[in-house]
């Protein structure tokens, strides 16, 4: 066991996970103001939109907007995601997006021929292409995402031995085009981990990762694991998470057909127990409940995360402030 | 660490934690229907409901009639609950009770007397009574329940020295009375528990508990932490679980005056943590579904659960009799 990190980095994934999933397009007015909620959280990184097809996945469609309207707030970053080349310039157009240069390797051939129309090998290769545009573009690659690491809804469960393989395929890569490996986010995209599988997969990773690559892990609360994950992801030492206010998101490849399947696991839930294990976040819990509040208001459905209706418990200790450590 | 177990007992709590929080009272024949659902899962234990004062828990009155409907699955044990001498001999002289001798104490003064009108010690002190009545009627303890053994929302944290404290309280009771120690039930009354004051409690209480006394955990998800909190205690080799099916249940005490503030763990999502880390729980998960979905059906409200939801992983895997353990 590695020990807990002192401190935790949570990336707020529901303005994107949480509304692309939606059959609805929520008014930008209430996205915009759910997105300010969350800048006074004290939370640093939140995942505003996506630049994709308006054809496709309409209720990204005014991301560009969505950024001119938010009240940005000092130290937090404002990003957004892109599936391709158009996208990735339409994020470099909008208004101040904090561009997070990422890499996207697949463990599924299925999954990527489904999404992507190409073999996950052809995938991999792809991302050479990336590395390249960000370079011309005076970007430095960020961060590496790995989909599906556990399980897959279409190929079963994914060895440990897969990722391993796609994540020397992003070594060789990084080591040809003269850069560092960056960030590494592992996602568990259809809610196949458990936490053992999730201790096993870190440990592997820090075998075969240069020293001092982070990991970041990636949790769906699909089948209600997504918590004892998150804490066996601590365990190993782990200090960055995604993560949705109000456990917004989904999976549309997940339940019986039943888009409201469980999504990221919240933030509020995850800040929570980081807390009660007495390790740091910079985020203000209440604060964070206040938002969720608004995401809840926003859906017009009960949300399924926890802390949104039970609250925390500091307002019954009677100094917070020095009450003994992960107690 | 101790390591997993091989297999995990789990109490289903479902009919009396999850209806007697109820506003209003559904139809015994529906009660029934979901009590034979579960009877059909493989669980080996159902709490069907409480005998207690129909003045107080209305919910609760017709216990007696429930018991007479139950369609009886060989090897399940249909148990109650009661909180006095009177409650005791109504389970005893209904229908075919399996009688658990139990025990109760409190680890906060405060929350003993709003429900006992007598002090924590005094409570301690009547269990006396209880052994005594218990030897009387032909039976032995078989239980001890210590309630709001994390923390207390009228005392704030509750130490874990106090807990250990009334554990030599029990111990010195049976010593007394020769008789053996029974199994203890650490119940998180009003989810104030971490994994890792589930670790330090569990740790703790082997260190003082003679050497094969069984403990069982009870713990509500109010703060979304039960599962978290199920994952530590089965790496500190717990083979005793209360949950209730489809995360039924609440406090009364919890949440923003929320009576829908999660309840216990749900059965379904612990039974599924527990088949993923390979350990056996003799219960069938896609029957535990089936009845989920009738609990749900029953409340009229989606429940908080997640399996529930989203469904297992099984079918999407070709042969998951053969599939590697903990995978």
């Known amino acids: 066991m590695t020990g807990f990190p002192k401190s935790v980095e949570f990336r707020e994934e529901g303005p994107r996970e949480g509304f692309q999933i939606e059959r609805t397009i929520h008014p930008i007015e209430q996205r915009a103001e759910l997105i300010d909620l969350l800048g006074e959280t004290g939370v640093r990184r ?100 790995i989909t599906t690491a556990f399980g897959c809804n279409f190929e079963g469960e994914i060895a440990l031995s897969r990722v391993l393989d796609v994540v020397r395929t992003l070594m060789r890569q990084c080591d040809e085009a003269g850069i560092a490996v960056p960030t590494l986010v592992i996602a568990d995209t259809m809610g196949w981990a458990n936490p053992e599988a999730v201790r096993r997969m870190i440990a592997a990773l820090r075998d075969l990762l240069p020293q001092g690559t982070r990991i970041g892990m990636h949790f769906h609360d699909t089948r209600g694991l997504g918590i004892a994950n998150l804490y066996a992801a601590l365990q190993m030492g782990i200090d960055l998470f995604d993560s949705a206010i109000g ?65 925390g418990l500091d307002r019954f200790r009677p100094r917070p402030a020095t009450r003994s450590k992960a107690m």
Request: with cysteine.
């Open 247 to 311: 456990g917004l998101g989904g999976c549309p490849f997940s339940g019986y057909g039943d888009a409201r399947a469980a999504g990221n696991i919240a933030t509020e839930d995850s800040v929570f127990l980081c807390h009660e294990l007495g390790i740091e976040t910079g985020i203000d819990l209440e604060k964070l409940i206040d938002a969720a509040r608004k995401a809840q208001e926003i859906m017009g459905t009960r949300l399924m995360s926890r802390v949104l209706h039970s609250g």
């Open 46 to 145: 939140i995942v505003v939109g996506s630049f994709v097809s308006p054809k496709y996945v309409p209720q990204m469609a005014d991301t560009a907007e969505l950024f001119e309207r938010i009240d940005r707030k000092p130290g937090v970053e404002y990003s957004a995601m892109w599936l391709n080349e158009k996208g990735f310039l339409n994020a470099l157009a909008a208004d101040r997006v904090h561009i997070d240069p990422m890499l996207i390797y697949y463990t599924s051939d299925a999954f990527c021929r489904r999404n992507n129309n190409c073999s996950m090998a052809d995938m991999a290769e792809r991302q050479k292409s990336w590395i390249e545009l960000y370079r011309e573009t005076g970007h430095a690659v960020a961060s590496a995402g």
